[in-house]
């Protein structure tokens, strides 16, 4: 399937979804759209997307649908449901949920999609509003082959590594893994540029060094730059890596395995939330160092 004359939905127009659906039309798509807050729309349907008024409307007119939504409620209230995709859409449809969600609910989609002659695939991303942006996301699909084969050509248009990761609940349980490595470089390299600031060190200076060797990350090279400017602004929010570590922690809990860097990432990004910081980007960790707050 080719983007080119597809008639694809996009749900949630976010800091993710927005450049994401930005990127099918532009690889000519006849883009469908719908998201809570119309404005966010707004620069799509100008230059040519055909806006629904509920989701309902946008699967009765599309072939496939994204959605990029924020927490798992949202997933549920957008798929299920008299008014939802899946009672709507066309036989035959393929769903691609981008949204960081639960893998038990990722799995309840493709049954529920199923039996209802449609298909459904979890497909979760990674790389934040640069990847998403740029087109160059990471995306993790859970999924029947087949399906997967059938979109491939379309994920393609929004991400520069796309594989399948097993069947319905792989994608999301490969997102979970993602973040966890994402909580542990995260923290690591705010507690560096702590530690440099504290011994009189120029923090930039050790940037440049550190993440050029063994411990280069995309947290140091991308993020901490971002805090160094003072710039807390979401490329990803607080508050959505929060929802993402809770969900890591309740699979970790269900397949009895004990995380404890997960289990302490998750209770900073608590305090973070608490503290007033959720709509900042994740980068926000390193304000609550700075005031004395932890």
Known sequence: MEPKGTKI???????????????????GASLHVFTRTREKA????????????????????????FTMVGYPKDVEEVYFGPAGLI?????????IDTTTSRPDLARRIHGEALAAGLRALDAPVSGGDLGARNATLTIMVGGEPADFSEVEPL????????????????????????????????????????YAQ?????????????????????????????????????????????????????AA????????????AERLFALVEKEGKGEL??????????????
């Open 281 to 294: 980007g994740t980068q926000a960790l390193y304000l609550l160092y700075k005031e004395g707050r932890l």
């Open 253 to 264: 809990k269900d397949m009895k395995i004990k995380l404890p860097l997960l289990e302490l």
């Open 155 to 194: 994920l393609r248009v929004l991400g520069k590594t796309v594989i399948l990761q097993g069947p319905a609940g792989s994608g999301q349980h490969t997102k979970m893994a993602n973040q966890i490595v994402i909580a542990g470089n995260l923290t690591g390299a705010i507690e560096s540029m702590v």
């Open 9 to 27: 939905g996009f749900v949630g127009l976010g800091v993710m979804g927005g450049p994401m659906a930005g990127h099918l039309m532009a690889a």
């Open 198 to 250: 504290a011994a009189g060190l120029d923090p930039r200076r050790v940037l440049e060094s550190v993440s050029s060797g063994s411990a280069g990350s995309w947290q140091l090279s991308s993020m901490m730059p971002r805090v160094l400017d003072g710039n807390f602004a979401p490329g990803f929010y607080a508050k959505h890596f929060l929802k993402d570590l809770r969900i890591a922690l309740d």
């Open 87 to 95: 009672a709507n859409a066309r036989k035959g449809l393929i769903l």
């Open 42 to 65: 707004k620069a799509l349907v100008e230059a040519g997307a055909v806006w629904h008024e509920t989701p309902a409307e946008l699967a009765r007119a599309c072939d496939v649908v």
